[in-house]
């Protein structure tokens, strides 16, 4: 992140940051179309949106603040690694519902009361990630100051979750970030 942002930094004329995987295209014709949607002087960020896993491998600060957000509204208590479960919660099963998207089909799904299995489906900002992530102007500025220790703070994930790692620094440093998803890039 600090070596990319070096251009925007010297270069008032850049108006976004992009992190893009080497296994994925970008049109950049739909790409400009799509960005010129939104104001890089607003911190800005996006990316192929997925639902947020409440325990995505910190099992601290930002774990507990999205497990917290999710019972807000609404979601099962989960457990964090470090946490004792009662022994008749702790085995994950499987369960037979209906579908609502299956026409009514029974289908089989995973339950289990582990925070690394539960994804934070209500009033979490979704996770941009995956193939491309493009960060505006404002919201680069709003992370300078906060990027070592943002670094610090999540080096316990893994070495190849960056989206995870910007993401909980996003939520963590700043206010007010809009999320968007991103069109114009295809991964390969």
């Given at each position: 992140f600090k070596k990319r942002d070096r251009v925007l930094r010297d270069d008032a004329r850049v108006q976004w940051l992009a992190l893009v995987d080497d296994d994925t295209f970008v049109f950049p014709a739909a790409l400009r179309e799509y960005l010129s949607a939104f104001d890089a002087r607003k911190r800005v960020w996006?990316?192929?949106?997925?639902?947020?896993?409440?325990?995505?491998?910190?099992?601290?600060?930002?774990?507990?603040?999205?497990?917290?957000?999710?019972?807000r509204n609404g979601g099962a208590h989960c457990y964090m690694r470090n946490e004792s479960v009662p022994k008749h919660l702790a085995a994950v099963r499987m369960e037979h519902v209906k579908s609502d998207v299956m026409n009514g089909r029974t289908v089989a799904r995973k339950v289990s009361k582990w925070c690394h299995d539960t994804f934070c489906k209500t009033a979490c900002p979704a996770v941009p990630q995956g193939a491309a992530i493009f960060v505006s102007r404002a919201l680069v500025q709003a992370l300078r100051p906060h990027i070592e220790q943002c670094e610090r703070e999540t080096s316990m994930l893994c070495k190849s979750c960056g989206s995870q790692r910007l993401y909980m620094c996003v939520n963590r440093f700043t206010e007010g970030a809009r999320t968007m998803m991103t069109r114009g890039i295809c991964r390969a």
């Amino acid at each position: 992140f600090k070596k990319r942002d070096r251009v925007l930094r010297d270069d008032a004329r850049v108006q976004w940051l992009a992190l893009v995987d080497d296994d994925t295209f970008v049109f950049p014709a739909a790409l400009r179309e799509y960005l010129s949607a939104f104001d890089a002087r607003k911190r800005v960020w996006g990316g192929s949106a997925e639902q947020a896993r409440i325990d995505n491998g910190d099992a601290g600060v930002f774990a507990h603040w999205l497990r917290g957000v999710h019972e807000r509204n609404g979601g099962a208590h989960c457990y964090m690694r470090n946490e004792s479960v009662p022994k008749h919660l702790a085995a994950v099963r499987m369960e037979h519902v209906k579908s609502d998207v299956m026409n009514g089909r029974t289908v089989a799904r995973k339950v289990s009361k582990w925070c690394h299995d539960t994804f934070c489906k209500t009033a979490c900002p979704a996770v941009p990630q995956g193939a491309a992530i493009f960060v505006s102007r404002a919201l680069v500025q709003a992370l300078r100051p906060h990027i070592e220790q943002c670094e610090r703070e999540t080096s316990m994930l893994c070495k190849s979750c960056g989206s995870q790692r910007l993401y909980m620094c996003v939520n963590r440093f700043t206010e007010g970030a809009r999320t968007m998803m991103t069109r114009g890039i295809c991964r390969a």
